[in-house]
C-alpha cells in the first residue's frame, strides 16, 4: 500500500519526512499524513515523489504491474480509488471512536448518577441526632429513644414495649411528628414526658 511503500522508500533513501518535505516542496506535517494513510498526494506530487526516490509511480503505488511509464490519467483513477479506500476507512474508524465517545458519555453519566444516589443514601443514613424520653403514667416510668437523621427522618426508634403496643409508632417517618405524638398520647392520660437526652439535632419544641 501507498503508505507503507512511501515511509519504506523514504527510509531507505535515508531520507527525514522533513528532507522529502522539502524535496517535494510540501510541509512535513503532509508527509505525516500520508504515511500514516490519511490522505494521498495528487499526481503530479506522486511523480515528483517517485523521481526523488529514484523508483517508479506504480512501485511507489503498490501496483502489481510491472514497470511501464505512467500517463497522467492512470495515475489520478490509482489515486482516486485510494483516496476511496481511505474515505471508507476514516468513516468507519469515525464510527468506531463515536461509539467509544458515546459508550463513555454513558459509562460517565451512569457513575455519577450511582455517585450522587450513594452519596445522598450514605448521607440519609447518617445519625445527626438522638433524642430519649422518659415518660410516667400511673406511677409507671417508661423510656423511648429516636434516631434520626439531619432531615430528621427517623433512622431507628424504639424503647420499653408500653409504648410500641399501645402508641402506633410505625406509621411515622418524621422523628418531631413521632416525639409529638408521644408526648400528647401521655399528657392526655394524665401522665407526663420529660426529654431525658438530646444529642447533635435536637428536635422541635
Not at 15 to 25: C, D, G, M, R, S
Not at 140 to 164: F, M, R, T, V
Amino acid at each position: 500500500m501507498f503508505k507503507e511503500n512511501l515511509k519504506a522508500q523514504r527510509k531507505l533513501k535515508g531520507f527525514t519526512q522533513e528532507t522529502l518535505a522539502i524535496k517535494v516542496n510540501v510541509v512535513r506535517q503532509t508527509v505525516s499524513k500520508w504515511e500514516k494513510g490519511l490522505s494521498v498526494p495528487d499526481a503530479d506530487t506522486l511523480q515528483k515523489l517517485a523521481e526523488v526516490l529514484d523508483i517508479t509511480v506504480s512501485q511507489l503505488l503498490g501496483a502489481e504491474t510491472p514497470n511501464k511509464p505512467e500517463n497522467k490519467n492512470e495515475i489520478a483513477e490509482q489515486l482516486s480509488r485510494i483516496n476511496e479506500q481511505l474515505a471508507i476507512k476514516n468513516a468507519r474508524a469515525r464510527k468506531v471512536w463515536k461509539s467509544i465517545v458515546i459508550a463513555l458519555i454513558l459509562i460517565i453519566i451512569v457513575l455519577s448518577m450511582f455517585s450522587i444516589f450513594y452519596t445522598v443514601r450514605h448521607q440519609n443514613n447518617i445519625v445527626a441526632g438522638i433524642t430519649e424520653f422518659t415518660c410516667m403514667l400511673d406511677g409507671k416510668e417508661y423510656w423511648y429513644s429516636i434516631q434520626y437523621n439531619d432531615n430528621y427522618q427517623i433512622l431507628s426508634a424504639g424503647g420499653d414495649a408500653y409504648i410500641d403496643d399501645y402508641i402506633n409508632t410505625k406509621i411515622y417517618s418524621d422523628a418531631n411528628q413521632l416525639a409529638a405524638h408521644i408526648k400528647d398520647y401521655f399528657a392526655i392520660r394524665g401522665g407526663t414526658t420529660v426529654t431525658t437526652e438530646e444529642t447533635g439535632l435536637k428536635l422541635y419544641e
